[in-house]
């Protein structure tokens, strides 16, 4: 007469389930200690996400106290005079809000070049163009311009930087203008025409607006050229890497 044995496996405890974390609330902190946190945030971040979150994060975010502690983490030369200039030109709570600063910092427009587009890779998008002759066209560069973001220019038809067989015409007008178009300072530059067989000459105009009055809402950048033998096609004034740039300096 045979027997049998039933050899059972051994039970398996489950492991217990980790108890879930408690998810830290900002909100809990003090507004002193939730202000240095919010201030390692991006700009854009905080105008566009945090201001959303509750009263008290709005109030932190519209306030001029996390934009002057963000700008104090910049030490350089620009960051210093900025953070100067906005404790200086800061308007009392009740007349800011939400504090322009904030967008100031967003955009980030000091030590930039403002004018988009500037050489003519975009074809002819951002500019207000008035054509004349055979109008305006984009080409490559005949002559590399060092730091500039691409190496295309805009052309005129009726080139500054110039065909050798062709002389041209160039004129810049720069205007800085208030909030109702009223011109309050400008320049104005009309260089030596360029002859015809040239060597491709290249050349460079700049200038810098300083003592700015007050006021200044706008710029006008304003190129014209146009080539001396009044040929049909482009071969008048070529322009590129155009440039407007604000720089704070302490006096």
Known sequence: MGASVSRGRAARVPAPEPEPEEALDLSQLPPELLLVVLSHV????????????????????????????????????????LLHLARSCQSPA?????????????????????????????GLRKWMVQHGGDGWVVEENRTTVPGAPSQTCFVTSFRWGARHDSGCMYRLLVQLLDANQTVLDKFSAVPDPIPQWNN?????????????????????????GQDTQFWAGHYGARVTNSSVIVRVRLS
């Open 94 to 122: 009740r007349n800011a809000r939400p504090c322009p600063l904030g967008r100031f910092c967003a955009r980030r427009p000091i030590g930039r070049n403002l004018i988009r587009n500037p050489c003519g890779q975009e």
């Open 200 to 224: 491709n000459a290249c050349l460079h105009v700049t200038h810098v607006f300083s003592n700015i009055k007050m006021g200044v809402r706008f710029v006008s950048f304003e190129h014209r």
């Open 42 to 81: 991006p700009p854009r971040t905080l105008l566009g996400r945090c201001r959303q979150v509750c009263r008290g994060w709005r109030a932190l975010v519209d306030g001029q106290a996390l934009w002057l502690l963000i700008l104090a983490r910049d030490h350089g030369a620009t960051g210093r005079a």
